[in-house]
């Protein structure tokens, strides 16, 4: 099973990375490119894709497989 992705400021780009993956899948120069190329990566292995902001803190995620979270409807 794969893990979570996240997007992560990374020198001065951003990185596409597994959870607990010691190198990235990809790096880019801008959040938006990083967060296109996740979001891609991110329904293929349809698991949920966490982006953060320049502070490191998650300000957004999504999820593109099983949703985790309990859903009352």
Request: without cysteine.
């Amino acid at each position: 099973m794969q893990t979570n992705l996240h997007v992560v400021p990374h020198g001065s780009g951003w990185d596409v990375i597994h959870e607990g993956a010691r190198y990235a899948e990809s790096h880019h120069a801008t959040q938006d490119e990083a967060i296109q190329a996740g979001t891609g990566l991110a329904r293929r292995q349809k698991v949920e894709l966490l982006i953060h902001g320049v502070d490191g803190k998650i300000r957004e995620r999504d999820s593109y497989g099983h949703d985790p979270r309990e859903v009352a409807g």
